[in-house]
Protein backbone atom coordinates (compact mmCIF):
# COMPACT_ATOMS: atom_id res chain seq x y z
CA UNK A 1 0.00 0.00 0.00
CA UNK A 2 1.24 3.52 -0.93
CA UNK A 3 0.12 6.81 0.44
CA UNK A 4 1.55 9.87 1.50
CA UNK A 5 0.90 9.96 5.47
CA UNK A 6 1.08 7.35 7.58
CA UNK A 7 -0.19 8.29 11.17
CA UNK A 8 0.46 5.70 14.11
CA UNK A 9 -2.03 6.01 16.70
CA UNK A 10 -5.57 6.86 16.59
CA UNK A 11 -5.76 8.99 19.74
CA UNK A 12 -6.69 12.63 19.52
CA UNK A 13 -3.50 13.32 17.68
CA UNK A 14 -3.21 11.15 15.68
CA UNK A 15 -6.97 11.71 14.39
CA UNK A 16 -6.47 15.15 14.22
CA UNK A 17 -3.58 14.24 11.59
CA UNK A 18 -5.71 12.15 9.67
CA UNK A 19 -8.54 14.50 9.52
CA UNK A 20 -6.13 17.47 8.79
CA UNK A 21 -4.18 15.36 5.65
CA UNK A 22 -8.12 14.51 4.30
CA UNK A 23 -8.49 18.15 4.72
CA UNK A 24 -5.41 19.16 2.31
CA UNK A 25 -5.85 16.24 -0.11
CA UNK A 26 -3.04 14.29 0.97
CA UNK A 27 -3.73 10.40 1.20
CA UNK A 28 -4.15 8.72 4.34
CA UNK A 29 -3.66 5.92 6.68
CA UNK A 30 -4.59 6.04 9.96
CA UNK A 31 -3.59 2.68 12.21
CA UNK A 32 -3.91 1.64 15.81
CA UNK A 33 -2.62 -1.44 18.07
CA UNK A 34 -5.83 -1.50 19.64
CA UNK A 35 -9.07 -3.71 18.70
CA UNK A 36 -11.66 -0.47 19.28
CA UNK A 37 -11.08 2.84 20.63
CA UNK A 38 -10.28 3.17 24.43
CA UNK A 39 -13.55 3.84 26.33
CA UNK A 40 -12.12 5.62 29.39
CA UNK A 41 -12.12 9.33 29.69
CA UNK A 42 -9.22 10.31 30.40
CA UNK A 43 -8.49 13.91 29.93
CA UNK A 44 -10.96 16.28 30.06
CA UNK A 45 -10.47 20.10 29.46
CA UNK A 46 -10.62 21.27 25.89
CA UNK A 47 -8.83 24.94 25.48
CA UNK A 48 -9.72 27.84 23.62
CA UNK A 49 -6.77 27.18 21.17
CA UNK A 50 -7.98 23.38 20.70
CA UNK A 51 -11.41 24.75 19.63
CA UNK A 52 -10.03 27.42 17.24
CA UNK A 53 -8.00 24.33 15.33
CA UNK A 54 -11.27 22.46 15.75
CA UNK A 55 -13.51 25.31 13.63
CA UNK A 56 -10.72 25.30 11.10
CA UNK A 57 -11.19 21.19 11.33
CA UNK A 58 -14.89 21.41 10.63
CA UNK A 59 -15.62 19.82 14.35
CA UNK A 60 -16.05 22.51 16.55
CA UNK A 61 -19.60 22.14 16.86
CA UNK A 62 -19.85 18.44 17.27
CA UNK A 63 -17.44 18.65 20.67
CA UNK A 64 -18.58 22.00 21.97
CA UNK A 65 -22.13 19.88 21.81
CA UNK A 66 -20.31 17.23 23.49
CA UNK A 67 -18.93 19.20 26.32
CA UNK A 68 -20.02 22.03 29.69
CA UNK A 69 -18.07 25.17 29.88
CA UNK A 70 -16.69 25.80 33.29
CA UNK A 71 -18.26 29.40 34.46
CA UNK A 72 -15.65 29.30 37.31
CA UNK A 73 -12.93 27.71 38.72
CA UNK A 74 -12.85 27.99 42.83
CA UNK A 75 -9.35 28.02 44.07
CA UNK A 76 -8.35 27.34 47.98
CA UNK A 77 -4.64 28.09 47.52
CA UNK A 78 -4.89 26.69 51.88
CA UNK A 79 -7.80 24.31 51.41
CA UNK A 80 -9.74 27.32 53.66
CA UNK A 81 -12.38 29.28 52.59
CA UNK A 82 -13.09 31.56 50.93
CA UNK A 83 -12.40 30.38 47.50
CA UNK A 84 -10.75 32.78 45.13
CA UNK A 85 -13.58 33.07 42.05
CA UNK A 86 -11.63 32.68 39.06
CA UNK A 87 -14.77 33.44 36.82
CA UNK A 88 -14.46 31.96 33.21
CA UNK A 89 -18.13 32.78 31.95
CA UNK A 90 -19.46 36.61 30.64
CA UNK A 91 -17.83 38.19 33.55
CA UNK A 92 -14.64 37.11 32.55
CA UNK A 93 -12.18 39.55 30.14
CA UNK A 94 -11.87 36.79 27.52
CA UNK A 95 -10.70 38.82 24.73
CA UNK A 96 -11.45 38.18 21.31
CA UNK A 97 -11.54 34.74 20.81
CA UNK A 98 -14.66 32.94 19.39
CA UNK A 99 -14.83 30.47 22.39
CA UNK A 100 -14.38 32.21 25.33
CA UNK A 101 -14.04 29.25 27.94
CA UNK A 102 -12.79 26.12 29.13
CA UNK A 103 -14.62 23.40 28.04
CA UNK A 104 -15.25 20.07 30.07
CA UNK A 105 -15.64 17.00 27.62
CA UNK A 106 -14.18 13.42 28.31
CA UNK A 107 -12.15 12.28 26.19
CA UNK A 108 -13.34 9.46 24.85
CA UNK A 109 -16.15 12.07 23.35
CA UNK A 110 -13.75 14.16 21.51
CA UNK A 111 -12.39 10.99 19.95
CA UNK A 112 -15.99 10.09 19.11
CA UNK A 113 -16.21 13.66 17.61
CA UNK A 114 -13.21 13.16 15.70
CA UNK A 115 -13.88 9.81 14.50
CA UNK A 116 -17.02 11.02 12.77
CA UNK A 117 -15.69 13.73 11.44
CA UNK A 118 -12.91 11.36 10.22
CA UNK A 119 -15.33 9.22 8.60
CA UNK A 120 -17.60 12.22 6.69
CA UNK A 121 -14.38 13.06 5.18
CA UNK A 122 -14.13 9.28 3.88
CA UNK A 123 -11.08 8.23 6.12
CA UNK A 124 -11.54 5.32 8.51
CA UNK A 125 -8.85 4.26 11.11
CA UNK A 126 -7.34 0.75 10.70
CA UNK A 127 -7.66 -0.80 14.34
CA UNK A 128 -5.42 -4.16 15.34
CA UNK A 129 -3.16 -2.53 13.26
CA UNK A 130 0.15 -2.14 15.11
CA UNK A 131 3.36 -0.45 13.96
CA UNK A 132 6.02 -3.23 14.14
CA UNK A 133 8.82 -1.53 12.39
CA UNK A 134 9.84 1.06 10.06
CA UNK A 135 12.99 1.73 8.00
CA UNK A 136 13.31 5.37 5.88
CA UNK A 137 14.57 4.95 2.18
CA UNK A 138 14.71 7.97 -0.33
CA UNK A 139 11.52 7.75 -1.48
CA UNK A 140 9.91 7.91 1.95
CA UNK A 141 9.12 5.41 4.85
CA UNK A 142 8.35 1.76 4.79
CA UNK A 143 6.29 0.56 7.34
CA UNK A 144 5.78 -2.97 8.75
CA UNK A 145 2.60 -3.16 10.25
CA UNK A 146 0.70 -6.45 12.22
CA UNK A 147 -1.22 -6.99 8.90
CA UNK A 148 1.14 -6.46 6.34
CA UNK A 149 3.18 -3.18 5.15
CA UNK A 150 2.70 0.18 3.73
CA UNK A 151 4.80 2.98 1.83
CA UNK A 152 4.19 6.11 2.91
CA UNK A 153 6.01 9.68 1.99
CA UNK A 154 6.15 10.97 5.20
CA UNK A 155 5.24 9.07 8.98
CA UNK A 156 3.62 10.66 11.60
CA UNK A 157 4.40 8.71 15.20
CA UNK A 158 1.13 9.64 17.38
CA UNK A 159 1.58 6.59 19.06
CA UNK A 160 1.47 7.79 22.77
CA UNK A 161 3.90 7.75 25.34
CA UNK A 162 5.66 5.10 25.00
CA UNK A 163 5.83 5.67 21.60
CA UNK A 164 7.30 2.68 19.31
CA UNK A 165 7.82 5.46 16.64
CA UNK A 166 10.09 7.24 18.69
CA UNK A 167 11.90 4.43 20.10
CA UNK A 168 12.65 2.70 16.14
CA UNK A 169 13.78 6.28 15.00
CA UNK A 170 15.96 6.20 17.77
CA UNK A 171 15.25 9.12 19.47
CA UNK A 172 16.15 9.12 23.35
CA UNK A 173 13.13 10.94 25.48
CA UNK A 174 14.55 11.06 29.17
CA UNK A 175 11.22 10.30 31.41
CA UNK A 176 11.95 11.67 34.86
CA UNK A 177 9.37 9.56 37.16
CA UNK A 178 8.02 11.76 40.08
CA UNK A 179 7.33 9.21 42.15
CA UNK A 180 3.34 10.96 43.10
CA UNK A 181 0.46 9.53 42.32
CA UNK A 182 -2.55 10.78 41.45
CA UNK A 183 -6.19 9.07 41.09
CA UNK A 184 -9.11 10.03 38.83
CA UNK A 185 -12.40 8.83 39.66
CA UNK A 186 -15.94 10.05 37.59
CA UNK A 187 -18.27 10.51 40.00
CA UNK A 188 -21.99 11.16 40.67
CA UNK A 189 -22.71 13.84 43.45
CA UNK A 190 -25.96 14.80 45.21
CA UNK A 191 -28.04 16.77 43.81
CA UNK A 192 -27.16 20.42 44.09
CA UNK A 193 -23.92 20.65 44.07
CA UNK A 194 -23.30 23.24 41.51
CA UNK A 195 -22.93 21.63 38.47
CA UNK A 196 -20.78 24.16 36.30
CA UNK A 197 -18.17 24.76 38.67
CA UNK A 198 -14.42 23.61 38.97
CA UNK A 199 -12.71 23.73 42.70
CA UNK A 200 -9.01 23.36 43.41
CA UNK A 201 -7.95 22.09 46.80
CA UNK A 202 -4.08 22.68 47.79
CA UNK A 203 -4.11 20.90 51.03
CA UNK A 204 -1.28 19.40 52.49
CA UNK A 205 -3.20 15.82 52.83
CA UNK A 206 -2.77 15.91 49.01
CA UNK A 207 -4.20 18.29 46.01
CA UNK A 208 -7.80 17.53 45.09
CA UNK A 209 -9.67 19.05 41.85
CA UNK A 210 -13.13 18.55 41.24
CA UNK A 211 -14.18 18.89 37.84
CA UNK A 212 -17.81 19.54 35.77
CA UNK A 213 -18.61 17.05 33.29
CA UNK A 214 -21.29 17.13 31.27
CA UNK A 215 -23.44 14.68 32.17
CA UNK A 216 -25.60 16.19 35.32
CA UNK A 217 -24.17 15.27 38.80
CA UNK A 218 -20.86 14.10 37.73
CA UNK A 219 -17.70 15.25 38.51
CA UNK A 220 -14.13 14.08 38.18
CA UNK A 221 -12.03 13.67 41.15
CA UNK A 222 -8.38 14.01 40.95
CA UNK A 223 -6.33 13.42 44.02
CA UNK A 224 -2.49 13.53 44.74
CA UNK A 225 -2.14 10.60 47.25
CA UNK A 226 0.97 11.38 48.97
CA UNK A 227 3.04 8.73 49.94
CA UNK A 228 1.10 6.01 48.62
CA UNK A 229 2.99 3.44 46.22
CA UNK A 230 0.13 1.58 45.13
CA UNK A 231 -3.16 2.83 43.58
CA UNK A 232 -6.63 1.73 46.52
CA UNK A 233 -9.51 0.51 45.35
CA UNK A 234 -11.56 3.72 43.91
CA UNK A 235 -15.30 3.06 45.61
CA UNK A 236 -17.89 5.12 46.52
CA UNK A 237 -16.60 5.38 49.85
CA UNK A 238 -13.21 5.53 49.60
CA UNK A 239 -14.27 9.05 47.35
CA UNK A 240 -16.60 10.59 49.81
CA UNK A 241 -14.29 9.76 53.12
CA UNK A 242 -11.30 11.47 50.68
CA UNK A 243 -13.43 14.97 49.60
CA UNK A 244 -14.57 15.04 53.02
CA UNK A 245 -11.47 15.11 54.91
CA UNK A 246 -9.46 17.24 52.74
CA UNK A 247 -12.23 19.89 51.59
CA UNK A 248 -14.94 19.54 54.24
CA UNK A 249 -17.64 18.57 51.56
CA UNK A 250 -19.90 15.88 51.65
CA UNK A 251 -20.64 15.06 48.13
CA UNK A 252 -22.94 12.41 48.34
CA UNK A 253 -21.30 10.02 46.12
CA UNK A 254 -23.72 7.64 45.15
CA UNK A 255 -22.37 6.14 42.09
CA UNK A 256 -18.31 6.22 40.66
CA UNK A 257 -17.75 5.51 36.88
CA UNK A 258 -14.03 5.10 35.19
CA UNK A 259 -11.52 5.21 37.24
CA UNK A 260 -7.77 5.35 36.89
CA UNK A 261 -4.58 6.71 38.23
CA UNK A 262 -1.38 8.30 36.77
CA UNK A 263 2.05 7.40 38.41
CA UNK A 264 3.56 11.22 37.10
CA UNK A 265 6.19 11.43 34.82
CA UNK A 266 7.69 14.02 32.65
CA UNK A 267 9.71 14.07 29.57
CA UNK A 268 10.22 15.68 25.85
CA UNK A 269 11.42 13.75 22.99
CA UNK A 270 15.38 14.77 21.89
CA UNK A 271 14.04 15.50 18.31
CA UNK A 272 10.47 15.83 16.85
CA UNK A 273 11.85 14.35 13.58
CA UNK A 274 14.28 12.43 12.07
CA UNK A 275 14.08 12.22 7.96
CA UNK A 276 10.61 12.00 6.57
CA UNK A 277 9.43 10.56 10.05
CA UNK A 278 8.01 12.71 12.98
CA UNK A 279 6.58 13.08 16.27
CA UNK A 280 3.50 14.80 17.50
CA UNK A 281 1.69 14.40 20.57
CA UNK A 282 2.20 12.29 23.97
CA UNK A 283 4.94 10.36 21.95
CA UNK A 284 7.17 14.26 22.09
CA UNK A 285 6.29 15.62 25.09
CA UNK A 286 4.85 13.74 28.48
CA UNK A 287 4.30 15.88 31.73
CA UNK A 288 0.95 15.98 34.66
CA UNK A 289 -2.53 15.92 34.08
CA UNK A 290 -2.84 19.52 36.13
CA UNK A 291 -3.58 22.34 33.64
CA UNK A 292 -4.70 19.91 31.06
CA UNK A 293 -2.70 20.85 28.27
CA UNK A 294 -1.35 17.28 26.97
CA UNK A 295 -4.65 16.74 24.60
CA UNK A 296 -4.59 20.41 23.76
CA UNK A 297 -1.14 20.27 23.07
CA UNK A 298 -1.17 17.30 20.80
CA UNK A 299 -4.10 18.06 19.03
CA UNK A 300 -2.03 21.69 18.21
CA UNK A 301 1.05 19.75 17.01
CA UNK A 302 -1.07 17.46 14.60
CA UNK A 303 -2.82 20.40 13.33
CA UNK A 304 0.64 22.52 12.78
CA UNK A 305 2.09 19.87 10.90
CA UNK A 306 -0.44 18.68 7.99
CA UNK A 307 -0.56 21.89 6.34
CA UNK A 308 3.37 22.08 6.23
CA UNK A 309 3.37 18.51 4.93
CA UNK A 310 1.11 19.40 2.02
CA UNK A 311 3.14 22.59 1.60
CA UNK A 312 6.02 20.05 1.09
CA UNK A 313 4.04 18.04 -1.18
CA UNK A 314 3.92 21.43 -3.34
CA UNK A 315 6.92 21.81 -3.35
CA UNK A 316 7.87 24.04 -0.59
CA UNK A 317 9.90 21.77 1.76
CA UNK A 318 11.10 24.71 4.15
CA UNK A 319 7.91 25.02 6.17
CA UNK A 320 9.18 21.23 7.74
CA UNK A 321 12.30 22.72 9.25
CA UNK A 322 9.99 25.30 11.39
CA UNK A 323 7.99 21.93 12.84
CA UNK A 324 11.20 20.73 14.29
CA UNK A 325 12.07 24.35 15.71
CA UNK A 326 8.81 25.54 16.84
CA UNK A 327 8.01 22.30 18.45
CA UNK A 328 10.56 21.16 20.24
CA UNK A 329 10.48 25.00 22.27
CA UNK A 330 6.81 24.98 22.55
CA UNK A 331 7.20 21.37 23.63
CA UNK A 332 9.73 21.94 26.33
CA UNK A 333 8.43 24.89 27.71
CA UNK A 334 4.79 23.49 28.44
CA UNK A 335 6.63 20.49 30.33
CA UNK A 336 8.76 22.96 32.28
CA UNK A 337 5.83 24.98 32.88
CA UNK A 338 3.31 21.90 33.87
CA UNK A 339 5.94 20.48 35.87
CA UNK A 340 6.88 23.14 37.81
CA UNK A 341 3.11 24.18 38.26
CA UNK A 342 2.40 20.54 39.31
CA UNK A 343 5.24 19.98 41.91
CA UNK A 344 4.30 23.84 43.20
CA UNK A 345 0.59 22.75 43.69
CA UNK A 346 1.73 19.36 45.53
CA UNK A 347 4.32 20.96 47.83
CA UNK A 348 3.62 19.97 51.36
CA UNK A 349 6.70 20.91 54.12
CA UNK A 350 5.05 23.03 56.24
CA UNK A 351 6.73 26.45 55.34
CA UNK A 352 7.01 26.93 51.61
CA UNK A 353 3.07 25.29 51.32
CA UNK A 354 2.30 28.13 53.80
CA UNK A 355 4.28 30.55 51.51
CA UNK A 356 3.18 29.69 48.18
CA UNK A 357 -0.87 29.64 49.35
CA UNK A 358 0.13 33.45 50.77
CA UNK A 359 1.28 34.25 47.01
CA UNK A 360 -1.34 32.10 45.46
CA UNK A 361 -3.88 34.08 47.56
CA UNK A 362 -2.70 38.01 46.42
CA UNK A 363 -1.82 37.02 42.65
CA UNK A 364 -4.88 35.33 41.92
CA UNK A 365 -6.46 37.97 43.83
CA UNK A 366 -5.61 39.92 40.81
CA UNK A 367 -7.67 40.56 38.00
CA UNK A 368 -4.79 41.00 35.85
CA UNK A 369 -3.14 37.51 37.12
CA UNK A 370 -6.35 35.92 36.53
CA UNK A 371 -7.06 36.97 33.08
CA UNK A 372 -3.29 36.42 32.08
CA UNK A 373 -3.32 32.80 33.80
CA UNK A 374 -6.62 31.83 31.79
CA UNK A 375 -5.75 32.93 28.60
CA UNK A 376 -2.32 31.19 29.24
CA UNK A 377 -4.09 28.09 29.93
CA UNK A 378 -6.05 28.56 26.69
CA UNK A 379 -3.34 28.44 25.18
CA UNK A 380 -3.86 32.24 23.91
CA UNK A 381 -0.53 33.56 24.23
CA UNK A 382 1.76 31.63 22.87
CA UNK A 383 4.70 32.73 20.71
CA UNK A 384 6.61 31.12 18.59
CA UNK A 385 10.32 31.62 18.40
CA UNK A 386 11.83 33.19 15.28
CA UNK A 387 12.79 30.63 12.51
CA UNK A 388 12.59 29.30 9.54
CA UNK A 389 8.19 30.07 9.29
CA UNK A 390 8.76 32.99 11.87
CA UNK A 391 10.00 36.58 10.86
CA UNK A 392 11.26 38.95 13.53
CA UNK A 393 8.30 41.98 12.93
CA UNK A 394 5.74 42.32 15.43
CA UNK A 395 2.76 40.04 16.26
CA UNK A 396 5.42 37.34 14.64
CA UNK A 397 5.02 34.10 16.15
CA UNK A 398 1.86 34.94 18.01
CA UNK A 399 -1.60 33.90 17.53
CA UNK A 400 -3.87 36.71 14.74
CA UNK A 401 -5.43 38.75 16.70
CA UNK A 402 -9.30 37.45 15.98
CA UNK A 403 -11.57 40.65 16.16
CA UNK A 404 -15.24 41.15 14.38
CA UNK A 405 -14.69 43.62 11.59
CA UNK A 406 -17.75 44.18 9.28
CA UNK A 407 -19.48 41.05 10.63
CA UNK A 408 -16.63 38.73 10.24
CA UNK A 409 -14.03 37.34 12.44
CA UNK A 410 -10.53 37.75 11.76
CA UNK A 411 -10.12 34.63 11.77
CA UNK A 412 -12.19 33.25 9.18
CA UNK A 413 -10.80 35.86 6.27
CA UNK A 414 -7.69 33.25 6.61
CA UNK A 415 -7.24 30.65 4.19
CA UNK A 416 -7.95 27.30 6.30
CA UNK A 417 -4.87 25.33 4.13
CA UNK A 418 -2.22 27.70 2.74
CA UNK A 419 -0.45 30.31 4.02
CA UNK A 420 -0.89 33.81 2.32
CA UNK A 421 -1.34 37.39 2.80
CA UNK A 422 -3.89 39.14 5.00
CA UNK A 423 -4.81 42.93 4.65
CA UNK A 424 -5.04 44.15 7.75
CA UNK A 425 -8.20 46.72 8.63
CA UNK A 426 -5.53 49.11 10.12
CA UNK A 427 -3.34 49.06 7.22
CA UNK A 428 -0.92 46.94 6.18
CA UNK A 429 -0.85 42.97 5.84
CA UNK A 430 0.24 40.13 7.58
CA UNK A 431 1.76 37.15 6.47
CA UNK A 432 -0.96 34.56 7.96
CA UNK A 433 -0.25 30.84 7.96
CA UNK A 434 -3.53 28.11 8.13
CA UNK A 435 -3.01 27.71 11.92
CA UNK A 436 -3.37 31.28 12.71
CA UNK A 437 0.24 32.21 13.31
CA UNK A 438 1.10 35.78 12.21
CA UNK A 439 4.76 34.89 10.22
CA UNK A 440 5.43 38.30 9.80
CA UNK A 441 3.24 41.79 9.83
CA UNK A 442 4.60 44.72 7.01
CA UNK A 443 3.68 48.17 6.04
CA UNK A 444 2.53 46.44 2.63
CA UNK A 445 3.04 43.59 0.54
CA UNK A 446 5.67 45.44 -1.23
CA UNK A 447 7.53 45.62 2.01
CA UNK A 448 7.65 41.47 2.46
CA UNK A 449 11.18 40.00 2.74
CA UNK A 450 12.10 37.24 -0.46
CA UNK A 451 12.79 34.96 2.10
CA UNK A 452 9.35 34.71 3.29
CA UNK A 453 7.70 35.07 -0.04
CA UNK A 454 9.75 32.07 -1.37
CA UNK A 455 7.60 30.42 1.25
CA UNK A 456 4.11 31.60 0.06
CA UNK A 457 4.66 30.93 -3.71
CA UNK A 458 0.77 30.74 -4.16
CA UNK A 459 0.09 33.98 -3.02
CA UNK A 460 2.55 36.18 -4.83
C1 LIG B 1 -5.50 8.25 33.19
C2 LIG B 1 -5.16 9.46 32.38
C3 LIG B 1 -5.73 10.69 32.66
C4 LIG B 1 -5.40 11.82 31.94
N1 LIG B 1 -6.00 13.00 32.26
C5 LIG B 1 -5.70 14.09 31.52
C6 LIG B 1 -6.32 15.35 31.78
O1 LIG B 1 -7.14 15.48 32.67
N2 LIG B 1 -5.99 16.41 30.98
C7 LIG B 1 -5.10 16.29 29.93
O2 LIG B 1 -4.86 17.25 29.18
N3 LIG B 1 -4.48 15.14 29.70
C8 LIG B 1 -4.77 14.05 30.45
N4 LIG B 1 -4.18 12.89 30.16
C9 LIG B 1 -3.25 12.87 29.07
C10 LIG B 1 -3.96 12.80 27.74
O3 LIG B 1 -4.87 11.73 27.81
C11 LIG B 1 -2.92 12.63 26.65
O4 LIG B 1 -2.09 13.78 26.63
C12 LIG B 1 -3.54 12.42 25.28
O5 LIG B 1 -4.26 11.22 25.23
C13 LIG B 1 -2.44 12.39 24.22
O6 LIG B 1 -2.98 12.02 23.01
P1 LIG B 1 -2.12 11.22 21.94
O7 LIG B 1 -3.06 11.00 20.79
O8 LIG B 1 -0.85 11.95 21.69
O9 LIG B 1 -1.73 9.83 22.60
P2 LIG B 1 -2.70 8.66 23.12
O10 LIG B 1 -4.01 9.20 23.52
O11 LIG B 1 -1.89 7.91 24.12
O12 LIG B 1 -2.94 7.75 21.83
C14 LIG B 1 -1.91 6.93 21.32
C15 LIG B 1 -2.55 5.86 20.46
O13 LIG B 1 -1.49 5.14 19.81
C16 LIG B 1 -1.80 3.76 19.81
N5 LIG B 1 -0.55 3.01 19.67
C17 LIG B 1 0.42 2.84 20.59
N6 LIG B 1 1.43 2.11 20.08
C18 LIG B 1 1.09 1.82 18.79
C19 LIG B 1 1.71 1.08 17.74
N7 LIG B 1 2.92 0.50 17.89
N8 LIG B 1 1.08 0.97 16.55
C20 LIG B 1 -0.14 1.55 16.37
N9 LIG B 1 -0.79 2.24 17.33
C21 LIG B 1 -0.17 2.40 18.53
C22 LIG B 1 -2.51 3.54 21.14
O14 LIG B 1 -3.33 2.40 21.09
C23 LIG B 1 -3.34 4.83 21.27
O15 LIG B 1 -4.64 4.70 20.73
C24 LIG B 1 -4.48 11.74 30.88
C25 LIG B 1 -3.91 10.51 30.58
C26 LIG B 1 -4.24 9.38 31.31
C27 LIG B 1 -3.60 8.05 30.97
Not at 30 to 51: I, N, P, W, Y
Not at 393 to 410: E, F, H, S, V
Request: aromatic share 6%; hydrophobic share 40%.
Amino acid sequence: MKVDVLVVGAGPTGLTAAIECLRHGLSVRLVDVRAQRAEGSKALVVHARTMEAFHAMGVAEAIRAAGIPFSALNVFPDARPPAIRVSLDREFDWGDTEFPYWLSTPQADVEGCLEDRLHALGGQVDWAQGLLDLRQGDDGVHAELTGGTCHARWLVGCDGGRSTVRERLGIPMQRRQDGQLFVLADVLTRDGFPEDEGRVYRSRKGLTLIVPMPEPQRFRLIAHLPGCAEPPVLNANFVEQLVLDRTGIALGTHGVGWTSHVELSHGQSEAVRRGDAFLAGDAAHLHSPVGGQGLNAGVQDAHDLVWKLAAAKRGVTKWLDSYEVERSVLGGRLVRAVTLATRVMTLRRPIPWAVTARVARLALSRRVVRRQLTRRMGMLEQRLPPGPGIDRTPWAGRRLPNPWIDGQRMHDRVDRLRPGILELPEGGVAVVRPDRVVVGRYSSAAAIPQRILELIPDSV
